[in-house]
């Protein structure tokens, strides 16, 4: 079965302290990974994508598949940060379905 | 190019009773899936809807319907509402049945009394 798994419903840190969400999955296969976000009164959008490599916004994320990790990372947290974060998942007999772990709140503090 | 666009924002309604929630994709788009958010949880994969043809549902009772047309917009429709159906319900469009980018609409949030 495929499932994602935040651990954390609250992260809090300071602004300018590093930033770690922590995301592990659950996929026989090979999985495409994700980080959604969502800002206050805004939709959920993709911040990012395992499969392209790159930073958005000075975040992070790689694919462990040893770990079945795909933690979020930013070295320098801004107060702009703070949001709702998923991780999610596809992949598997519905290849556009997307699989969400139950999100973590970023809170970044002045 | 427009976003993907739902209505209503809001719909309050009582147990047993039906409702049609509606989506229409960003332009351009030929794909549409509808998750149900609980309070407190991630999105939850309902049904995808490609070139007005189901393409795949997650573990959600056949109460639970839906269609697409033409122009591509869908619909999802609930009957005999339960008190758990009470969530936000958001579709995505993308293009295609390739990995593509999935993209979110605000949502409507649904409470059934």
């Known amino acids: 079965a495929q499932r994602v798994t935040q651990p954390e419903k609250l992260l809090s840190v300071f602004k300018g302290a590093p930033v770690e969400l922590k995301c592990n999955y659950s996929y026989s296969g090979s999985p495409e990974l994700f980080w959604y976000v969502q800002y206050s009164r805004q939709r959920l959008q993709l911040l990012l994508r395992?499969?392209s490599r790159e930073s958005i916004k000075g975040f992070t994320a790689d694919l462990n598949k040893g770990e079945t990790s795909f933690h979020l990372k930013k070295p320098f947290a801004q107060e702009e940060d703070s949001a709702m974060y998923y991780c999610a998942l596809r992949g598997g007999q519905y290849g556009n379905k997307l699989v969400f772990g139950a999100g973590t709140i970023l809170r970044v503090k002045s | 190019e427009t976003g993907v666009t739902q209505s209503p924002t809001h719909l309050i309604k009582t147990r047993g009773q039906q409702v049609t929630l509606r989506c229409s994709s960003q332009s351009g788009h030929n794909t549409v899936s509808w998750y149900q958010q609980a309070l407190g949880q991630g999105p939850q994969f309902i049904f995808q809807?490609?070139?007005?043809?189901?393409?795949g549902r997650g573990n959600f009772p056949p109460r639970f319907s839906g269609l697409q047309f033409p122009n591509y917009s869908s619909e999802l429709n609930v009957n005999a509402l339960e008190l758990d159906d009470s969530a936000l319900y958001l579709c995505?469009?993308?293009?295609?049945?390739?990995?593509?980018?999935?993209?979110f609409g605000p949502g409507t949030r649904l409470l059934v009394l």
């Open positions: 395992h499969i």
């Open positions: 809807y490609y070139r007005e043809e189901e393409n």
């Open positions: 995505a469009s993308s293009q295609g049945l390739s990995q593509e980018t999935q993209y």
